[in-house]
């Protein structure tokens, strides 16, 4: 065999096993659906899909999922090539659930489908944001469990919100600002106030605390207008004085 035979086999076979890696199948989870942020009360809709579930995986695990939604449906389906297999739905209505899955099977997706409400904020943080879990998947082996998917959602109340909000505002006028001492106490007494639920409150100390920091700021840009106008008089002054120098001892000079 010539070597270019022989270069063209080998690059060939390199072509073959780079598409061979590139088609090959993994383990992987998707989502649609998931909300960064809800209003408590609010119904979610969340799917997942689970592709190559017995790739990379054991022949048999047990699927687990959990969530903070309330009032809640689950819908599995084992599906191959797009097509649930025979029996291969099943629906749940508690906050877990658990699910056995076989190779044996024949499926090549699993699709989870979750339906609820979000639910109540038991406890206001404002930093860091409240919180849920949407939902969270493992896979379970024997005593094992490896958890391949966790979703949080930040939940709010329609006045925790709009408080939230305002001392977002107050803080990125302090910022602006350049920092203002009064301004600051205020945004603490807001943040302070929402943390105890007390929306009201926390929505008036933001409001006063935004208005120090623009006020601040309008006093800060008014004495920086002020520092310029009196700078642009003294050039004036230094530019007139100096023509008037010269133009003096030109006299004198003429005068000889």
Known sequence: MSLTRCSRLAVALLVVALL???VASAFSVSAE???????????VSVTYTVDDPFTDAPNEWTLNGTTELENVGWTVTVLRAGNPIDDGETTYGDQTFERDLSV?????????????????????TYEPREQFVVASLDRVT????EEF??????????????????IE???SAIESAGGHD???NLRDSAVSAYEVGNFGNAQDLAQEAESKAESAQQSQQTMQTALMAVGALLVIALIG?????????GDDYSKL
Request: net charge negative.
């Open 20 to 22: 061979a890696t590139g």
């Open 33 to 43: 659906g998931v909300p960064s942020s809800a209003a408590a009360g609010e119904e």
């Open 104 to 124: 044996d099977n024949n499926g090549d997706q699993v699709r989870i489908e979750l339906t609820g409400e979000v639910p109540e904020v038991e406890n206001f």
């Open 142 to 145: 024997g005593s094992n469990a």
């Open 149 to 166: 998917r966790n979703d949080t959602a930040h939940h709010y109340t329609e006045n925790s919100s709009a408080a939230r909000q305002a």
């Open 169 to 171: 505002d107050a803080e």
């Open 182 to 184: 009064e301004a600051e």
């Open 241 to 249: 004085g100096g023509i008037y120098y010269w133009r003096s001892q």
